[in-house]
């Protein structure tokens, strides 16, 4: 790719349509991580039904994720390790030093028919993802999101890491200011320790505290350039617009990033199985909306998120919020069908509210932000100026 000034960027971000794009793709429908797996529920492919049942998706808006190539994915992660996943993927078995080696077809990290392209196209989407927003997009990568990804084994659910991939492209293309933001419940520790060296890129992220993977403690700010928010159980609306206001959108103001890269995990929203965090859907979208307004150039990839409704709900009103479409107060009765329909060993029939059903936008709530998320949001605000490069 060839390298792009400021100057060429701004020109083309000029020239060029900023609808927004979704990306996606058939190998998504496709069953994944076998039984009794938190990912074997159906997620994306609800997203893109829900989406195209209210008319937000057309040929205008809709681009197929095209499937990274062994040369794409090698960039970041090794060559053994890639070549093991295929090999795996093709026997339709792992012996036990790739499983020891790799972390492949472990209770985590299960062998499933298709993992390797599926893996390779959640990449190859994020690629697609980053050439876009280069020419100035939003593109949402619903799909993607495989945060913890390593570059020689899987890790967390993740095969590889399609955010890598996405801030890889853009670094590719001449930019110098890259930020990554992850709003999943657990740590976006893969991306973060990927650019760690990497003096153009910046990394927060906003996670549970105490939740696997156990990392992004407050302390850990890797070569100076990672925010680290580990938020208490119970973190709700007012706590994540507290965090944008004083730490996300004041950062973007200071290091005027080129790009930005946002993992919009599900995780934390109120009802997930997997977290103990008490966000709206109504207040990612909010939070999202307003740091992709600073940026031209952005790519929303997808992330965590183990219960099917909330999910589904979130992913489609974030790209009808993306793209500013009217909410519908109620989903038609196809959509509500569908979700009905769901299913999840996570989750018992008595807690399914009626609402997961028949509306697309949780209702904003109103709690009291806690001492300990004021603490951390001044402690962390006092630190940003550290962030910022001496100009």
């Not at 429908?29 to 990912?39: D, E, N, S, T």
């Not at 994720?65 to 093991?84: G, I, W």
């Not at 991306?191 to 060296?197: G, H, I, K, R, T």
């Not at 159980?233 to 973007?252: C, K, N, R, Y």
Request: contains cysteine.
């Amino acid at each position: 790719m060839n390298q792009l000034s400021d100057n060429t960027l701004g020109n083309a971000i000029a020239s060029m349509s900023k609808a927004p794009i979704y990306l996606g793709s058939p190998v998504f429908r496709k069953p994944a991580y076998g039984r009794q797996h938190p990912l074997s529920i159906p997620r994306v492919e609800i997203v893109h039904d829900i989406c195209q049942a209210l008319g937000w998706i057309s040929d205008d808006n809709f681009q197929t994720c095209p499937t990274a190539t062994f040369d794409e994915l090698t960039q970041f992660h090794d060559a053994d390790y890639v070549r093991a996943l295929e090999k795996c993927d093709r026997d339709g078995l792992v012996d036990a030093a790739s499983r020891k080696r790799f972390a492949i077809g472990t209770m985590e990290n299960p062998l499933f028919a298709g993992v390797y392209e599926r893996a390779a196209t959640a990449v190859g989407g994020s690629i697609r993802a980053a050439e876009l927003a280069i020419a100035g997009r939003t593109v949402f990568h619903p799909a993607g999101g495989t945060h913890h990804g390593r570059p020689d084994r899987a890790s967390g659910f993740c095969y590889f890491n399609d955010p890598v991939f996405a801030i890889l492209t853009l670094l590719r293309s001449g930019l110098e200011r890259v930020l990554y933001i992850d709003l999943d419940a657990h740590h976006g520790d893969g991306v973060e320790d990927a650019f760690a060296a990497d003096e153009r890129v910046w990394t927060v992220s906003v996670h549970e505290a105490d939740r696997w993977p156990h990392s992004g403690r407050l302390e850990d700010r890797g070569k100076g350039r990672a925010v680290n928010l580990p938020v208490p159980s119970g973190f709700h609306d007012a706590e994540l617009q507290l965090i944008t206001d004083v730490v996300l959108l004041p950062l973007i103001g200071a290091l005027q990033p080129q790009a930005v890269v946002i993992t919009c995990g599900a995780d934390g929203l109120d009802g997930d199985p997997l977290s103990r965090m008490a966000l709206t859907n109504s207040s990612l979208w909010a939070t999202v909306g307003q740091l992709t307004a600073q940026i031209s150039a952005a790519v929303v990839v997808g992330g965590g998120g183990y219960n099917p409704w909330t999910v589904a709900r979130c992913w489609a009103g974030l790209w009808g919020s993306i793209n500013q479409f009217e909410m519908p107060e109620r989903l038609p009765l196809s959509n509500s069908d569908m979700l009905g329909r769901l299913e999840c060993d996570l989750i018992d029939d008595e807690d399914i509210k009626p609402e997961w059903t028949t509306t697309l936008a949780d209702p904003i709530t109103v709690f009291a932000i806690r001492e300990p998320v004021r603490a951390l949001v001044d402690e962390v605000a006092r630190r940003r100026i550290d962030l910022v490069p001496a100009t």
